[in-house]
């Protein structure tokens, strides 16, 4: 159980600890550092780095690699074996880049730690590292300080701190002594200060409750450690193709073998055929079109504001089906806005550019003139001139130096035509009294027109409980009950719809001061009206929003905030609200309840960190891939955990980039989506891809098959296939993955994170085209051998199938459009990697010094015309399928087939 140290007094506290008056001894000290252990987190245990880069060797695909290269040295292609074993190593060494990145986060959250930290020692005050903190210690602490552990306030004066990290709410939260009820939130918790947090105003002196692994961030810490990484499902699926082409080698070299001995050939002419029958079997330059394709994606994604960290997760974002988004900054603007004021018993709405310079105010549609109206006028400058913020707008942008509430206030003004150097020289400053939690408002006096003025503004029951009169038509009237009762209820209005409101009054006094005291204008203050505000929602985030609906992904918020608020900004967006749930129903349901929420719920609020990655994790129980964004330290261990970890790269910490996959450059939601989009073109890029490879592969190794059968020779040599694989291939296939986006990406559904690379249909495609080729190399190979000899038949052969590859390289680029709907040139990279295909495969045929090596005769024009017959033939059916019927090869494409 939880010790509930808020909820104790800080007196209850020194004494369960036994903490005297003038702080713990030396000896004392030395004692609990023995007991509790240093003050800081403990290291994840990190994998030595030799392991991390063995570890890329382990994959099926890499030991078919390694097979191929040992298979052409034994036969003597030492040049081949050696270009095999070099795309091998890039492979391990661009891998081994990416998981030593990911060792990191750890490092990064030790940083967060304050180095030094003043502690009441016997009586006086020391400066210790903070590693030698120990529970009962009393800090002491002001403005601009780290907050070494967790600690129980015992005395503060106007303090705020930015819990910004650790609860993912940008706005200072304003701390105090009382008692806090049992059970509260972290983020409700105002009498505790938390390790890693920083304070920003105001002193305290707090005694030490939690250090180390103890503390909110060391349970952060342990939820990193026990986080293990799942293989994307890219990884998946090269990891079963790579399998499955190992069994299908194994498979041809057996049937070869049975066919060799039943006509007759002798072991040495079948161990050639069997390594022919190895070398069609692997796609060679698979590895590296992966490599290429996905970092090639990652630049893409760069230019839209999205940076890949990790190259896996390029792919993994296209099958996303769950975004689980915090609220501020991503979906919202990070930025507090007057929405609505209240005058005169008048509801004021403000429309325009939430950080431009113009606005437009509205009472019942109707477009108000402010400086033609005094009450809304006098409401403004209240706001303006009773403000220690400043602010500088340019365009659509606000650049913000103080609190974000008084900021909103001064943007208000602006639009409205009130700037504060202005209204300051008219009306200068003499004194002040500055806002406290515990009095709930601020107060400034002024001297305007040789008069002294009081402005104040604060919580809308402070401002009335000082108030006599309130403002309407021009001057005040008295603040009866049915005034108050009427201000009350536009308060209820605006917090109902999420706005933070708060009441601006002023008086005038009869003698000038030097010095402002409540006393002088308590019950005297003369209610000028109300303003609500809110971190307004993004507008490119509902047109994303409405963008994930159409593609089938689920958008969940998951935030810090308080359950109205949350509420309303994803009414506002377009997320279900159908029901919100907060941090604490969570800790109240049982695992089967839990479930049912995650399933139907798409707002959770007053989420602390560890309830985050319990969504996370459940929603990856229920089948779905999800992608989590996250800002502070206590998002990262859900970004470690989800599918795809997004951090903030504007608002987000060392430590949440370090756990994350993806960093927003923007730290805008629409990036998201353009990114989940990307992936998703990405993935059928690699379709397009891996089914050109496996169509050539499959196709050489059929022809084998079918030639051995009826003619007892082999159609093509080892080094003859190896070009068409390794160089031809690889050249073609490339490009392939640079295919431009269709555009209707997001019209579809995600794929099912169970459906591949590959899919019935698409694996029905590839069997169609390979048997295309295959009838069509045994037709020409053994009409060749009657008119020509062995040498000039396999050479028409080796380049009927480089044709093939030419002609169906366009033909993968849609399963489902022609290549004359699609364009025959958008795609320039093909075009010109087949130009250059061509021309090497002339310097093959006709250059006297490669013959030889290849094994290769040069070719007649007829000879040419019989080569291009099996290609020429595929290419033409496929396209007539297209027509008559483009989804004949879709079936499993989205879903698995018992699913679909």
């Known amino acids: 159980m939880e010790q509930q140290w808020h909820a104790l007094t800080a007196g209850e506290i020194a004494d369960t600890l036994s903490v005297p008056d003038d702080g713990l001894g030396e000896s004392e000290s030395l004692h609990r550092l023995q007991q509790y252990g240093n003050n800081e987190l403990a290291a994840k245990k990190t994998t ?182 799942e293989k994307t499902p890219l990884q998946k699926s090269i990891h079963a193709l790579g399998q499955w082409m190992i069994f299908i080698a194994v498979a041809i070299v057996v049937i070869l073998k049975i066919i060799g001995i039943s006509r007759g050939m002798g072991w040495i002419e079948i161990f050639m055929l069997a390594v022919a029958a190895v070398v069609a079997a692997i796609p060679e330059g698979l590895p590296a079109v992966v490599t290429v394709v996905l970092a090639v994606g990652m630049r893409m994604m760069a230019k839209r504001n999205a940076i890949i960290r990790k190259l896996v997760a390029v792919e993994t974002l296209g099958s996303t089906t769950v975004i689980c988004t915090d609220k501020t900054g991503t979906l919202t603007m990070n930025q507090m806005v007057v929405k609505r004021l209240w005058n005169a018993a008048r509801t004021i709405e403000l429309r325009g550019d939430d950080c431009g310079a113009h606005a437009e105010f509205l009472c019942d549609e109707r477009k108000i003139a402010v400086a033609d109206d005094r009450g809304l006028k006098l409401l403004l400058e209240i706001g303006v001139v009773c403000n220690d913020a400043s602010v500088q707008i340019a365009g659509d942008q606000c650049a913000l130096v103080g609190d974000p509430t008084e900021g909103a206030l001064l943007v208000a003004g602006v639009k409205a035509g009130l700037q504060k150097h202005e209204l300051e020289q008219l009306s200068p400053r003499i004194s002040e009294i500055p806002f406290q939690s515990e ?353 000039e038949a396999r050479t028409i052969v080796f380049c009927g199938v480089v044709v093939f590859e030419w002609l169906v390289a366009f033909n993968v680029r849609s399963d489902e459009i022609t290549i004359f709907k699609l364009g025959i040139f958008k795609n320039t990279a093909l075009v010109k990697a087949v130009v250059i295909a061509v021309v090497l495969q002339m310097v093959v045929i006709y250059a006297d010094f490669a013959q030889p090596v290849f094994n290769a005769m040069p070719l007649t024009r007829a000879q040419w015309a019989i080569a291009v017959l099996p290609g020429a033939a595929v290419f033409i059916l496929e396209t007539l399928r297209k027509i008559v019927a483009p989804k004949l090869f879709g079936a499993g494409k989205w879903k698995p087939l018992r699913q679909a």
Request: with cysteine.
């Open 48 to 229: 030595p780095a030799w392991f991390i880069f063995l570890r890329q060797f382990f994959n099926p695909l890499v030991y078919i690699l390694v097979a191929a290269a040992a298979v052409k040295f034994l036969v003597g292609g030492v040049m081949d074996g050696g270009v095999i074993l070099a795309v091998i190593m890039i492979m391990a060494i661009i891998g081994f880049i990416q998981e030593a990145r990911a060792e990191k986060a750890m490092e990064a959250l030790k940083q967060l730690a304050a180095p030094k930290a003043k502690v009441k020692r016997s009586g006086g005050i020391v400066l210790i590292p903070s590693r030698e903190v120990v529970p009962g210690d009393i800090l002491i602490l002001e403005a601009g300080d780290k907050i070494a552990a967790d600690a129980r306030l015992r005395e503060a004066s106007s303090l705020k701190v930015n819990e910004s990290i650790l609860t993912g709410e940008s706005v200072p939260v304003d701390k105090h002594t009382d008692i806090v009820p049992a059970g509260a939130a972290v983020a409700d918790r105002k009498n505790l200060l938390f390790m890693g947090t920083a304070i920003t105003a105001g002193r305290a002196s707090a005694i030490v409750v939690a250090t180390g692994m103890a503390t909110e961030m060391g349970k952060i810490a342990a939820a990193l450690k026990e986080i293990r990484s």
């Open 439 to 791: 009095k709930q408002y601020m107060a400034t006096l002024h001297e305007k027109e040789n008069v002294p003025v009081v402005y104040v503004k604060g919580s809308p029951e402070k401002i009335l409980s000082l108030s006599s009169a309130v403002y309407r038509n021009g001057g005040e009237a008295q603040l009866d009950d049915s005034a108050r009762a009427l201000i009350l209820e536009a308060v209820m209005g605006m917090a109902q719809d999420a706005l933070r409101v708060l009441g601006l009054a002023y008086c005038t006094l009869s003698a000038k001061k030097d010095v402002l005291r409540e006393e002088d204008f308590a019950g005297k203050l003369i209610f000028v009206g109300l303003a609500g505000m809110i971190d307004p929602p993004r507008a490119e985030a509902i047109d994303s929003v409405a963008r994930c609906k159409k593609a089938g992904i689920r958008v969940v918020m998951a935030t810090g905030d308080n359950k109205l608020t949350a509420e309303a900004i994803a009414k506002q967006i377009g997320i279900a609200t159908g029901d919100v749930v907060t941090g604490a129903d969570i800790d109240r349901m049982s695992d089967a309840q839990f479930a049912e929420k995650v399933r139907n719920v798409s707002v959770f609020a007053r989420i602390e960190p560890l309830h985050k990655l319990k969504i996370v994790k459940q929603m990856q129980k229920l089948g779905n891939v999800v992608a989590m964004t996250g800002d502070g330290v206590n998002d990262a261990p859900a970004l470690e955990a989800a599918d795809i970890g997004i951090a903030m790269g504007i608002t987000g910490t060392d430590v949440a980039k370090e756990a994350a996959d993806m960093v927003l450059a923007d730290d805008n939601f629409a990036s998201i989506v353009t990114a989940v989009e990307e992936g998703r073109v990405i993935f059928n890029r690699l379709r397009n891809a891996v089914l050109f490879l496996l169509t050539t592969c499959f196709g050489e190794l059929f022809a084998l098959i079918l030639c051995i059968l009826f003619t007892g020779i082999a159609p093509l040599l080892p080094i003859q296939i190896l070009w068409i694989n390794l160089v031809t291939g690889a050249l073609i296939a490339i490009p392939l993955g640079l295919e431009p986006r269709v555009g209707n990406e997001l019209h579809f559904p995600p794929r099912h994170p169970k459906v591949g690379l590959l899919y019935p249909g698409m694996v029905m495609r590839i069997i169609a085209l390979a048997s295309g080729l295959s009838v069509g190399v045994l037709l020409i190979f053994a009409r060749s051998l009657q008119w020509f000899s062995l040498e």
